[in-house]
């Protein structure tokens, strides 16, 4: 079945640095993909999301990149902020429509003082 | 501004006991999802609804029943529930299934079963 699989599950960066998480998904049919971010006790929350006709999209100090010959895409921050401490999902359309998508494993957070 | 409210928060139950979650959004949406959340394995789709009346099976169904009776409601029932289905359980609702209209999550239910 369609997958997505992302990588590190746990990132430690130094206050002002950047991040990068990256995600493979396996459903060549995808073309939405959206990122959430989800603190402690709470629901996750979308930050950004692209469609597979742009190939990045920038958010003040976010930004993704698609890959979809190589079925990848990534989130990166910069100037991290303690705020950015969190955890991130990615995510993928399961085929050509975004009612439905498929999440990956997350990937902890966390900024250095 | 409410959003996705789901009721209770915490609940510990005993095998065998059935529950219901209860999940509320107050945007008028059409869509509502049901996630169960694991740790390291992300948030899987559990049931799905795309308009009151309406319900379709997600990636884990087994063990779960839902109902929509009405827009703004989406129930989550355990006839039977088992210690697999310990989780954090989260509900999302969007207003339609379209790019523009992302999923909303509420801030989940605890679920422990002893």
């Known amino acids: 079945g369609e997958n997505v699989e992302q990588h590190p599950s746990t990132l430690s960066v130094q206050e002002g640095d950047s991040a990068v998480i990256k995600c493979t998904y396996s459903d060549s049919a995808s073309n939405y993909f959206p990122w959430y971010k989800q603190e402690l006790g709470k629901g996750p929350q979308l930050i950004i999301d692209i469609r597979s006709n742009v190939g990045e999209k920038k958010d003040q100090r976010i930004a993704v990149t698609l890959n979809k010959t190589a079925k990848h895409f990534s989130l990166h921050i910069t100037e991290t902020q303690p705020e950015d401490s969190a955890v991130y999902f990615c995510a993928a359309s399961i085929g050509s429509s975004a009612s439905k998508i498929i999440f990956g494993s997350g990937t902890r957070l966390s900024i250095r003082p | 501004n409410a959003g996705v409210t789901q009721t209770p928060k915490f609940r510990v139950l005993k095998t065998g006991q059935s529950m219901t979650l209860l999940c509320a959004q107050d945007?008028?949406?059409?869509?509502m999802y049901w996630y169960r959340q694991d740790p390291g394995m992300g948030l899987r789709l559990i049931h799905y609804s795309v308009g009151e009346g309406t319900t379709a099976k997600g990636e884990v169904p087994d063990g779960y029943n839902v109902s929509r009776l009405k827009k703004q409601n989406f129930l989550l029932g355990l006839e039977s529930a088992a210690p697999s289905q310990t989780s954090v359980y989260f509900c999302?609702?969007?207003?339609?299934?379209?790019?523009?209209?992302?999923?909303?999550f509420g801030d989940g239910t605890r679920l422990s079963i002893l």
């Open positions: 945007m008028n949406h059409e869509y």
């Open positions: 999302a609702s969007s207003y339609s299934g379209s790019y523009n209209q992302p999923q909303h």
